[in-house]
């Protein structure tokens, strides 16, 4: 996967696949990191990306009404069954109690991509249902299994947004959760992140700067490839824009 020059860039003979899931009324928890669930087994690339949906007291939710979509690669079109059968299974297997998960399963060429993309924006504003989602889904796979199923407007919305290529946070990207409190500029390059500062005279960020990552670190998806937006935090130095919104803490408008 060439990250680096955008996320729908594919190396030949791979088919990109973008699954997603969600679950009302839990947070999304260990059960929306299934990537991990024997996917390298498929040659399956691990790049997740957080879609944040419409927070209302219509919808059900625990806390933050997200839902995670990854971006897979596999080597060959005859693998996806077999990745939607193990995601199934890994859902079935540790989905939370009381929760509604869905799954939607769809690859870079689908027809259906602009339809779930529309989908996807009009869930971040507005309150939509089941039939909506199975007709944005049109011709690519979309499954609820739990509760009342409303899990697949989740699941069909995070696609949608995620392969717009300018919507949601990367939650999984190489070794993102793993990275010290301060990080070089060109380190970050190196992994395939691009570091844009947010200031208002528009500085670039020099190779050999440092980034504070506040513990922790999430690139946006922008223009389909990661981005990490950052503020000045003194000479050759920069803070992530974002920390981590501690427990109980409510989405600011």
């Known amino acids: 996967m060439h990250v680096g020059h955008g996320l729908a860039e594919c190396e030949g003979g791979l088919v990109q696949v973008q699954l997603a899931l969600e679950q009302h009324r839990q947070q999304l928890g260990r059960t929306a990191r299934f990537p991990s669930a024997g996917l390298q087994h498929l040659g399956a690339a ?14 059900p939710y625990t806390s933050h009404n997200s839902a995670a979509c990854l971006i897979a690669e596999l080597p060959d079109a005859t693998l996806l069954d077999d990745l939607i059968r193990r995601a199934i299974r890994h859902i079935e297997a540790h989905a939370l109690p009381g929760s509604d998960p869905g799954l939607c399963v769809a690859t870079a060429s689908a027809q ?80 395939g992140i691009q570091v844009v500062a947010t200031e208002r005279d528009g500085e670039v960020p020099a190779p050999g700067d440092i980034v504070a990552t506040n513990a922790w670190l999430r690139p946006r998806l922008l223009g389909h490839r990661p981005v990490l937006l950052v503020g000045a935090d003194g000479p050759g130095r920069w803070r992530h824009n974002h920390a981590k919104r501690g427990k109980g803490q409510a989405i600011s408008s």
């Open 112 to 191: 259906a991509l602009q339809a779930l993309t529309d989908f996807g924006y009009t869930c971040t504003h507005a309150v939509v249902t089941q039939k909506e989602a199975i007709a944005a889904a049109d011709g690519v796979h979309l499954s609820g299994h739990g509760g009342t199923h409303d899990g697949i407007i989740g699941a069909a919305a995070a696609v949608g947004l995620t392969a717009s290529g300018w919507a949601g946070r990367f939650i999984e990207f190489g070794d993102l959760r793993t990275l010290p409190a301060e990080v070089a500029v060109s380190d970050l390059t190196r992994m």
């Open 46 to 59: 691990r790049v997740m990306v957080r879609q944040q949906l419409l927070v209302c007291d219509r919808i």
